[in-house]
């Protein structure tokens, strides 16, 4: 990462006058903007990966070569695909006529708001693929292409290659946050624009590898790493040594328990790459904890071992592919009911497609926590609980014994995640978990919280090390809030409910905010939970002294 | 760039000069004041229903809502039953704060950037579109209803009440609708808005600004008409009677700037389905935003869902098995 920008370049790039920051006076102008620049794109998906899940079209191409080794119908295969889905989604169809370009989303995008590149304002993003839309789909559009500057005027274009590298380009620049459909006066959601779009991009072989091994792994060995079940096994060992020298108390889980009461499922990025490994921790100490103080059976799984979807970001039918393991799973088991961990987009997917996509449940029981004795209403078809629903619910009760001293060290803030905010409203639970197991918490700005959270720059696929110019831009808006209670109160960590942003989070920080750590909110649970017959903790779960420790 | 204006803003004139000629010079009256107007109603009305019925014949496969507040979970966690709502009722509120208020245009920030010390972006909310699209549709609405004075014998109870509600500032003779100014003022600021600020200009095409161009049109030509040239009332309203009972009539003191306010309004009409204006049926219908959250609870169907291959438990245990025996992991066939 030698050519990578430093922070002062970065920030001197930032410019949000489009004519004066843009090549192009005309957006439609396609062949004199479109420049697919290393540090903004991710590699191409390899051909094997394509090739696994019998996705259409795999080859080896290269986004910067000329030649796309395209099928030779290409521009007839979208247009069917437009159509189709035109027919199949009606926020495809709606989205695509009711804009009328009133640019209140422009400055809500993280991306636009980093770069400043004007092709990154979630308007125009919906435009490059609109552009086709009027040209093909609408009577204006065939009323005017005809005649000349008839185009111009209606802004519409042909499917030209420019302009299908362009969509490509720029589709792979959204990371799928939705804060723009917050703020659009008709709720145009530019994710769901953006989904689609990279579906039909998808019929073209057109994946970028940072989604496409994933799910193939995902499809084949039950995660994204592509974790074969033994090795699954042989990091959560690992895990268990490590609390059992912490705490002294052996934690080691069960897998593909039958008849257990739950199963647990979270993305598989908590098993893999600190900072996500110690909320995976936190995980297991809460399990041993419920299972000794009031003998809660709880499985995990090595086929259903991933939470995550990068199907998602592939095609809904990718997406339903991938998800249908955990039902699979759950009824193979015959647990009760299922609880997900701590995971962005996984969520999105559970609260909005999965009972729909894979359901109905029927095997299942509608979730009642057997310690509370609280049914989780709204949980009742799909029979999912959320992590922080749960632990929650636990910690109102009274069940847990926390010890808040033991992150007394932690100043910190939350970080909402994207997808469970905008797409789930999962807003007071994790808050509710922080505050009952650590004293110093500080929310940022309200305009960078809640429903109006910055994505982490790194969301839908984009946390490859390639792209890392465009990462590091996108999460600015998220750095510059975190950077702002850092100063302020002295924050020095960001809790979050998410792998991926535990995952993006750090380089972010490293990046932008230097002393801060990212922190999941179950690593604060184990740390603050007293474990039957625990010897006197001296470390948390990264093997830090605790604090007050440090003297002694 | 400047084409994106400068064509629609002659286009708009060369419609209104098209009916004035036409009137004045070649006494076209039949074709501007009754051929043209049915034509446009017809256009309106069979293009919104083509349109919605297009939408409304899309499938809606999954819930999908934006969420902005707390989700129902637990009882004692407070949901945002507006902006998160888990029921018909809270989604119908949403509605209506959606398409009355303009609520998530309420919500409107604006983003700075501070190249200095502390390298800040900040965020001020931003209430002027608000206002503006608020003062425009609003006004647009009560001008449009006002006009009914025109189209009914005797003139309903609610049109004299908003009559006399718009025309509460008295100023001279005839008395001043505050409906009409605030119109234009409306329109006027939407308008330069899109050309003053950098980023909606760059977004804007003559599709955008050709409406703006032709409500400016018909209601400076509508001012016109009620405070300046004084046209003839009871003729327009012979002539607004006969179209409205299909039996057109046209009257002789009626002159062109009459006609080419009719003109223009008949091209917003017969444009409005094709065009962006749609956005007035479409947000009924945003999936984003009339769907309640509750896809947890309850079962939703989707209409096109088929099966698709994945990959079983018992394939992935056969390419496993082995590997899975040496590690104590349990398996359904020992082999």
Redesign the interface.
């Known amino acids: 990462m030698a050519d990578e920008l430093t922070p002062d370049e970065a920030?001197?790039k930032?410019n949000?006058?489009?004519?004066?920051n843009?090549k192009s006076?005309?957006?439609l102008d396609t062949t004199k903007s479109v420049q697919i620049r290393p540090g903004m794109y991710c590699y191409a998906a390899k051909p094997e990966s394509v090739e696994t899940l019998?996705l259409p079209y795999a080859r080896s191409w290269n986004p910067t070569d000329e030649d796309w080794k395209l099928p030779e119908n290409w521009q007839e295969i979208l247009h069917e695909g437009i159509k189709e889905r035109?027919?199949?989604?009606?926020?495809?169809?709606?989205f695509m006529?009711?804009?009328?370009?009133?640019?209140?989303c422009?400055?809500?995008c993280h991306f636009f708001?980093g770069t400043g590149d004007?092709k990154n304002?979630p308007?125009?993003r919906a435009?490059l693929l609109r552009s086709i839309y009027r040209n093909d789909f609408?009577?204006?559009g065939k009323l005017l292409k005809n005649i000349p500057g008839g185009k111009?005027?209606?802004?519409s274009r042909e499917m030209s290659l420019e302009a299908l590298k362009e969509m490509w380009y720029y589709f792979f620049q959204c990371t799928e946050c939705?804060r723009c459909?917050?703020?659009?006066?008709?709720?145009?959601?530019t994710a769901?624009i953006t989904i689609i779009g990279r579906e039909l991009l998808n019929l073209l072989g057109l994946n970028i590898d940072w989604i496409a091994t994933p799910v193939s792994n995902c499809?084949?060995t039950?995660n994204h790493l592509g974790i074969?079940?033994?090795a699954f096994?042989?990091m959560l060992d690992f895990f268990v040594e490590d609390i059992e020298e912490i705490t002294g108390v052996d934690c080691t889980p069960q897998?593909?328990?039958?008849g257990a009461d739950i199963l647990f499922v979270t993305p598989s990025g908590d098993v893999f790459a600190d900072p996500g490994t110690y909320t995976c921790q936190g995980y297991l100490i809460l399990f041993k904890y419920l299972k000794e103080k009031y003998g809660l059976d709880v499985t995990w799984s090595?086929?259903a071992s991933e939470g995550g979807n990068f199907g998602f970001f592939t095609s809904?039918?990718t997406m339903?592919?991938l998800n249908?393991?955990m039902y699979?799973?759950a009824k193979?088991l015959g647990v009760k009911w299922i609880l997900g961990g701590e995971c962005g987009h996984m969520w999105r997917v559970?609260?909005?497609?999965m009972?729909?996509?894979n359901?109905?449940a029927d095997f299942l029981e509608v979730p009642v926590n057997p310690i509370t004795g609280?049914r989780?209403?709204?949980?009742?078809?799909?029979k999912?609980v959320h992590i922080c629903?749960f632990t929650?619910?636990l910690i109102?009760h009274g069940k847990l014994e926390l010890d808040k001293s033991r992150n007394a060290n932690r100043i910190l803030t939350f970080h909402d995640s994207c997808n469970p905010?905008?797409?789930?409203?999962?807003?007071?639970?994790p808050r509710?978990c922080i505050k009952a197991c650590a004293d110093h918490f500080y929310e940022m700005?309200p305009?960078?919280i809640?429903?109006?959270t910055f994505c982490c720059g790194s969301g839908a696929g984009l946390n490859a090390g390639e792209n890392i110019e465009l990462r590091m831009a996108g999460a600015?808006?998220r750095a510059?809030?975190v950077k702002?209670v850092h100063e302020k109160f002295g924050v020095n960590s960001l809790a979050t409910i998410c792998a991926i942003d535990r995952a993006a989070l750090p380089t972010m920080c490293e990046y932008w905010v230097p002393e801060v750590d990212v922190i999941g909110v179950h690593e604060l649970v184990g740390n603050a939970l007293i474990l039957p017959g625990e010897k006197k903790r001296t470390e948390d779960l990264r093997m830090e002294p605790l604090p007050g420790v440090e003297e002694e | 760039m400047n084409q994106r204006y400068l064509i629609p803003l002659t286009a708009v004139f060369l419609l209104f000069l098209l009916a004035y000629t036409g009137v004045e010079g070649l006494g076209l009256q039949v074709v501007f004041g009754v051929l043209i107007p049915y034509l446009a109603i017809a256009a309106f009305l069979i293009g919104f229903v083509i349109k919605v019925k297009g939408w409304a014949a899309s499938a809606v496969p999954f819930r999908i809502p934006t969420t902005c507040g707390q989700q129902k979970s637990l009882p004692w966690i407070k949901q945002n039953t507006i902006d998160n709502p888990n029921t018909s009722a809270g989604v119908f509120v949403r509605m209506l704060l959606e398409i009355f208020t303009f609520r998530s245009l309420f919500r409107n920030t604006k983003a700075a950037f501070n190249r200095n010390a502390s390298n800040k972006l900040t965020y001020s909310w931003e209430i002027f579109l608000w206002v503006g699209a608020l003062a425009f549709h609003y006004a647009f609405l009560v001008v449009l209803l006002r006009h009914l004075r025109f189209f009914t014998a005797p003139v309903p109870g609610f049109i004299q009440l908003l009559e006399n509600m718009d025309g509460i500032i008295q100023l001279g003779l005839p008395g001043l609708f505050v409906s009409g100014p605030v119109l234009l003022l409306a329109t006027l600021f939407l308008l330069s808005r899109r050309v003053l600020d950098a980023k909606v200009s760059y977004i804007s095409q003559a599709a955008d600004y050709f409406p703006l161009f032709l409500i400016i049109g018909i209601a400076a030509t509508g001012i016109a008409m009620r405070y300046f040239t004084k046209v003839d009332i009871i003729g327009i309203k012979e002539m607004t009677m006969g179209l409205v009972t299909f039996h057109p009539h046209i009257p002789e003191e009626v002159g062109g700037l009459f006609y080419g306010h009719l003109f223009l309004v008949s091209i917003l009409f017969a444009y409005f389905p094709m065009s962006k204006l749609m956005h007035m049926g479409g947000v009924f219908l945003s999936p984003t935003r009339n769907m309640a959250n509750n896809s947890r609870a309850k079962r939703h169907i989707n209409p096109w869902n088929y099966d698709v291959p994945i990959h079983t438990y018992e394939q992935y245990e056969d390419h496993f098995r082995d590997k899975m025996i040496e590690a104590g992991l349990p398996v359904d066939k020992k082999e």
């Open positions: 920030l001197d930032i949000f006058h489009p004519r004066s843009s006076r005309n957006w019998g035109l027919e199949r989604f009606r926020t495809f169809k709606i006529d009711i804009c009328v370009r009133c640019g209140v422009a400055d809500k708001l004007p304002m308007v125009l435009e609408t009577f204006a111009r005027l209606l802004g939705r459909s917050v703020f659009c006066p008709y709720g145009i959601d769901e499809y084949k039950g074969q079940p033994h096994k042989d897998y593909q328990k039958k090595t086929y809904h039918e339903k592919r249908a393991k699979v799973e193979r559970i609260n909005q497609y009972d729909t996509m359901g109905p609280t989780f209403d709204n949980a009742a078809s799909t999912m629903e929650a619910d109102k905010a905008r797409g789930m409203g999962i807003l007071d639970e509710y700005p305009n960078t809640r429903e109006q600015l808006p510059n809030a702002y």
